[in-house]
């Protein structure tokens, strides 16, 4: 048998003690042994549905990821004025497959609530993303209250949570006020608790880096009070993954600041433009996705990303997304994951069940990850800012 056949040679390593301790001494962290650092640091649960996905071309055959532990239905064409384009005329039947191709793979859905339909908006000639009318105020709300019992019943069957609204702090998407909104929760909230009042309902979405004043005021209006959970964009480009930090720790300050910080957190949105095989994926230049990623880099923002919310305390993180032409985790044309959807995949897999603390340096420019398995050992993985994160692919069974 030539070399070249041979079965890999298993290359000589250092003790996984002192791997750590080098690293900790390279990335300016304080050499600590890891039970040291573990007895100092919060560790948080990973539930199994914690990495979440959108599918924008579902119908597809192949479309849809093999393992979804949770799908937000954002893009998939079955928003309000999807599903009642004139009044009283209601068109489930995009909903229903939806809803069968969720249960078929036992997948927990987020189902949002917006848009308004044209013939309900308060701005019927306000156009935006998504058309005439659909991000303005609610005029016709005992259709609102008609519609969220008819998509509450379907959280219900279904076990889905409904989200109140997406980037509302954004024109494209709303021109609903703080104060607005807030009422439209409250409403909302009623019309659940007649329906299920077990059901949860999270939102409204709001992005990390521009929605923080918004949010602020929606608090201070009482929109806290009928939520489950508050759900955000955490959209940093065209920076990679070390933004959060700064933009989190802004974020916690307009909670405690509003008395809202014991609301759980959930990530609804996330992502950045990757790079295709086969096609050209442009940069979105003067904006904020102004930088597209290559593979490898989208590999590495994505595992940093994905732990850093999961240590911060986010208990949902919804990737934007699996087909996407331009911030796809695989080829929008067939499906077929890209590498960075592949990592998704394996840490789809692999982080349920954990739980994740982490110690950040004094300086804000090193990270180091605790990762706890159910059966008590801890395995610890270092970053610092405009690196790649070592020390997953060497270590049995991580992505």
């Known amino acids: ?97 939806l809803l069968r191709a969720a249960r078929s793979r036992g997948t ?21 993303a998504y058309g005439t009318g659909r991000g303005g105020p609610v005029a016709d709300v005992e259709a609102w209250d008609l519609y969220v019992a008819r998509i509450a019943e379907v959280a219900r069957q279904e076990g889905a949570d409904l989200e109140l609204w997406n980037e509302p702090d954004l024109p494209d998407f709303s021109r609903i006020s703080p104060e607005e909104m807030a009422s439209l929760a409250r409403r909302t909230r009623q019309v659940m608790d007649r329906v299920w009042p077990q059901g949860r309902l999270v939102g409204p979405a709001v992005t990390l880096r521009h929605g923080l004043p918004w949010l602020a005021r929606y608090l201070a209006a009482g929109g806290a009070a009928p939520l489950s959970a508050l759900t955000v964009h955490a959209y940093v480009t065209p920076d990679g993954p070390e933004a959060l930090w700064p933009a989190l720790d802004a974020l916690r300050a307009v909670l405690r600041r509003t008395g809202a910080d014991t609301l759980p957190l959930w990530c609804t949105e996330i992502g950045w433009r990757i790079e295709a095989s086969g096609r050209t994926v442009s940069p979105q230049l003067g904006t904020s996705f102004a930088r597209v990623l290559s593979e490898r880099e989208a590999v590495d923002f994505l595992r940093k990303a994905v732990f850093t919310l999961a240590a911060s ?15 796809g985790l695989a080829a929008v044309e067939s499906g077929s994951p890209k590498a960075a959807g592949n990592a998704w995949l394996k840490l789809a897999a692999w982080l349920p069940g954990k ?29 610092t800012a405009a690196q790649e994160m070592p020390g997953f692919d060497p270590l049995t069974g991580v992505p």
């Open 108 to 128: 927990r859905l987020i189902l949002p609530l917006a848009l308004t339909p044209t013939w309900a908006s308060g701005q019927p000639a306000m156009s935006n």
């Open 1 to 97: 048998m030539s070399d070249s056949l041979q079965p890999a040679r298993r290359r000589r390593r250092l003790p996984i003690g002192a791997v750590i301790l080098l690293s900790l001494v390279l990335f300016g962290l304080s050499v600590r042994s890891v039970p040291a650092l573990a007895a100092e640091t919060t560790f948080r649960f990973i539930p199994g549905d914690f990495m979440g996905i959108h599918v924008h071309d579902w119908l597809a055959p192949g479309h849809i990821p093999p393992h979804v532990p949770l799908w937000r239905a954002w893009d998939a064409r079955v928003t309000w004025p999807d599903l009642e384009p004139a009044k009283g005329v209601w068109q489930p039947a995009r909903l229903e497959a």
């Open 355 to 383: 739980r994740i603390g982490v110690v950040r340096s004094p300086g804000g420019t090193s990270w180091q990850f605790l990762i706890r398995e159910a059966r008590g050992d801890t395995r610890a993985f270092v970053w």
């Open 313 to 327: 305390g986010f208990s949902r993180v919804c990737w934007y997304a699996w087909d996407n032409r331009d911030m």
